[in-house]
């Protein structure tokens, strides 16, 4: 059964730092991995996408990695702002299940401070 | 991207009462939508998914009697919690299959529910 774990669970930043979010997932055998943000109360923002093939992704000031064969992947914020404070999930979707549901880590909570 | 619609945002309810929540795909037809839902502090966990035209598959652990799930059309799928319960308060979201394109999700996500049983 896929397990998708993230750390940290919460994390305080100084506006401007660089920052890494952690995702690991038990079963390699993965379709893609998704990052999201998800603001209180709200639905979710797609961020990036990684097919299984591919190694990064990027958009604007974050980039994203994926190592299927280690299970992990990182979100990497650059020159960070207090804007970007929310709760960031890792979600994999996996073959073998019906394509498009996602296994979701509970996500790391974000606080940039001005 | 495709646009996923789900109404109400927010619904306040009394207990013992039932609520709907529909989740439309607004610019593609999707065959199959997942209901998911989020306590505080947790994940969000896959409760069912919906097939067009036929019964809905429960995980594990999900009521099926209790959460009653309706795929009628191509583009709407409904989630009914009957005789709610305050336990039953959660944030609940659905997503709805996309046309395969590559680089593209797979699924995507209306703006979710937020459930509150008094």
């Known amino acids: 059964k896929q397990e998708v774990t993230q750390i940290p669970a919460a994390l305080s930043v100084p506006e401007g730092e660089n920052l890494v979010l952690n995702c690991s997932f038990t079963d390699s055998a993965i379709y893609n991995l998704q990052w999201f943000r998800q603001d209180p109360g709200k639905g979710l923002t797609s961020l990036l996408l990684?097919?299984?093939?591919?190694r990064e992704q990027t958009s604007g000031r974050l980039n994203a990695s994926l190592d299927k064969s280690s299970g992990r992947s990182t979100l990497y914020i650059a020159a960070s702002q207090p804007g970007d404070s929310a709760t960031y999930l890792c979600?994999?979707?996996?073959?073998?299940?019906?394509?498009?549901?996602?296994?979701f880590g509970k996500g790391t909570k974000l606080s940039v401070k001005p | 991207g495709a646009v996923v619609s789900q109404h109400p945002s927010r619904v306040i309810c009394k207990s013992g009462t039932s609520v709907k929540i529909e989740c439309r795909s607004l610019?593609?037809?999707?065959?199959?939508m997942f209901w998911y839902r989020q306590f505080p502090k947790q994940s969000l966990m896959l409760m069912a998914t919906?097939?067009?035209?036929?019964?809905?598959?429960?995980e594990q652990g999900v009521e099926k009697d209790k959460f009653l799930i309706n795929h009628a059309s191509l583009t709407l799928s409904t989630l009914t919690v009957t005789s709610a319960h305050p336990e039953d308060s959660s944030f609940y979201i659905c997503?709805?299959?996309?046309?395969?394109?590559?680089?593209?999700?797979?699924?995507?996500f209306g703006q979710g529910t937020r459930l509150t049983v008094v």
């Open positions: 997503s709805a299959r996309a046309p395969v394109a590559r680089g593209s999700p797979l699924a995507f």
């Open positions: 919906s097939n067009e035209g036929s019964k809905a598959t429960y």
């Open positions: 990684i097919q299984s093939s591919q």
């Open positions: 610019d593609f037809q999707a065959t199959t």
């Open positions: 979600a994999v979707s996996s073959y073998g299940g019906s394509q498009g549901n996602l296994i």
